[in-house]
């Protein structure tokens, strides 16, 4: 008689799409491409963590994080960035196509307000600048890409910038993973909170922005 098939303890099988580290434990460096494909390119995937995957992944690469879990730095890095600049075009490509209807339908209230956040950022800071500081922000940065399709910004343009910033953003938190986890022994102790500190720190050339523009408005005020 054929003993039966043992299967892996349930543990093992759940994966947390939320948890940058179960996500890299359960698919790799595979995963990472396929999430940032899906957060920038779908907005189904507004709510996955794309900031904290990738400084986690920089991290796995050093082996100094993730008990058993170990990645390789250079198909790492080239998973980042297919990903991320695929996922954007795809989305861009799909507002183009289906105009405002993608987000029409969505019911979602962090959706909502990351396609008013996106469009805020279009017109107030043009196509160039706002393609690229949308990277740094969770949500804008899926709503963005579809949006800007919908509202016709040139094709060029968009490409040429979602390029730059892509590259900035996926290949720039990696390596600043990377860097932490080969400078900091037994980085694993406090990687939370290192991953908390990192998504604060990608906001910055946000904030950095928007209180330059605040003192340009106000200084044309003063002047008016």
């Known amino acids: 008689m054929t003993a039966p098939l043992a299967l892996p303890p ?6 947390n799409v939320l948890d940058a580290q179960s996500l ?24 996955l963590p794309g900031d904290s995957l990738l400084f986690t992944a920089g991290l796995l690469c050093t082996g100094g994080a993730g008990r058993g879990v170990h990645l390789s730095l250079g198909p ?3 998973a980042a960035a297919v990903g991320a600049l695929a996922g954007a075009q ?30 805020e950022l279009l017109g107030r ?22 949006l800007a399709g919908a509202l016709g910004v040139p094709a060029r343009t968009f490409t040429l910038w979602q390029v730059a910033g892509g590259l900035v953003w996926s290949i720039g938190l990696t390596l600043a993973g990377y860097a932490l986890g080969s400078s900091i022994p037994d980085v694993d102790r406090c990687l939370l909170p290192l991953v908390a500190v990192i998504v604060v720190l990608s906001l910055l ?16 005020e003063a002047r008016g």
């Open 24 to 47: 890299l434990t359960a698919f790799g460096v595979l995963g990472v491409g396929v999430v940032l494909f899906a957060e920038t390119g779908l907005l189904i995937g507004f709510f």
């Open 125 to 146: 800071y043009g196509h160039a600048k706002a393609i690229v500081l949308a990277r740094f922000v969770p949500v804008v940065r899926t709503v963005l890409n579809p």
């Open 76 to 78: 790492l890095l080239l």
């Open 10 to 15: 349930s543990s093992q099988l759940a994966v």
């Open 205 to 220: 050339p946000l904030a950095a922005e928007l209180l330059r523009s605040r003192r340009s408005a106000r200084t044309e």
């Open 90 to 119: 795809c989305g861009f490509v799909l507002g183009r196509r289906a105009g405002g209807a993608l987000l029409a339908r969505s019911r979602s209230r962090r959706l909502a307000e990351g396609a008013r956040r996106a469009e």
